[in-house]
């Protein structure tokens, strides 16, 4: 073999993570799919965190298909720039949000390659003024693609949440998510089961609206912690559609208990 060869080092791309100034924590919340109502759960969770006297920050990495916006009232909203050119993210609820869907018009796609991806992601940390944040709760896109290592490589992870209904065919993909937590050293703080029963207003039982899983079995045998069972009620869609969290506008409500419990269980 070559002398030169044999000098050559591969460096760790996780060794060139930086710290994002003002930031105290940050959270990933992943699910290894869509459709599963990861983004629902993080903006609520984001608006109990709030609730309970933190400042936090709420970055929607789902560049392709950004809900945040929608979801949190701030549809159109344009972000400005300081004289030191740091944009200065949205605030809406007492949440500071930064989404790619401020930069581009709702109905328009996002045909991009990986280095402008990773460039859009490098500038939500490092071009956004954040201020002081006691929690950065970041918005994955589905699966376990680029975005997710980018960050890992990008700056220190403090956690990681997954989400997942209660069938065997959201676990096998949250299955994924769990494992590439693992390969980017993101420790994971439990996994949230979403949409756990249908409740029914006037009813007693339950409807399950997935068939039940393998679920408990499957974090028995990894060690891992279900910290919260989410049920669904048609007031967490309608309070979606409004652009108001749900634990804001049903804040008595079974699904906003079960979120005061999360955030008590994350902080």
């Known amino acids: ?46 608006k109990k965190l709030q609730q309970k006297g933190h400042k936090v920050g709420l970055l929607d990495a789902d560049i392709y298909g950004p809900s945040i916006p929608r979801m949190l009232g701030a549809i159109n909203q344009k972000p400005e720039v300081d004289e030191n050119n740091k944009i200065l993210p949205i605030q809406r609820q007492g949440i ?37 944040l006691d929690f950065l709760i970041i918005d994955l896109p589905p699966g376990t693609g680029d975005v997710a290592l980018t960050i890992a490589q990008k700056v220190p992870i403090d956690g990681a949440i997954v989400v997942t ?13 769990l494992d590439m937590f693992d390969r980017v050293n993101a ?6 089961e979403n949409m756990s029963y249908l409740r029914v207003d006037g009813q007693d039982e339950p409807v399950q609206l ?23 009620h048609p007031h967490v869609g309608l309070a979606s559609e409004s652009g108001i969290p749900m634990v804001e506008s049903y804040p008595d409500s079974p699904e906003s208990l079960a979120f005061e419990q999360l955030a008590q269980s994350l902080v």
């Not at 073999?1 to 100034?21: D, I, K, T």
């Not at 709702?106 to 002081?132: C, H, S, T, Y």
């Not at 420790?187 to 949230?192: A, E, N, Q, W």
């Open 96 to 132: 500071k949000i930064m989404s790619m869907g401020f930069m581009v018009p709702e109905n328009q796609a996002l045909v991009w390659r990986g280095p402008m991806l990773f460039k859009a992601i490098d500038q939500f940390f490092r071009d956004v003024k954040w201020g002081e």
């Open 187 to 192: 420790k994971v703080l439990g996994v949230i």
């Open 1 to 46: 073999m070559p002398r030169f060869l044999l000098s050559v080092s591969v460096m760790n791309p996780f060794e060139q993570q930086a710290p994002v100034e003002g930031i105290k924590k940050i959270i990933l919340v992943g699910s290894g799919k869509g459709g599963v109502g990861k983004s629902t759960v993080t903006v609520n969770l984001a």
């Open 165 to 177: 209904t209660p069938q065997n065919m959201s676990l096998s993909d949250a299955k994924k998510a």
């Open 210 to 232: 997935f068939p039940k899983g393998e679920l408990e079995v499957f974090l028995k045998s990894k060690n891992l912690k279900k910290i919260a069972e989410i049920p669904f």
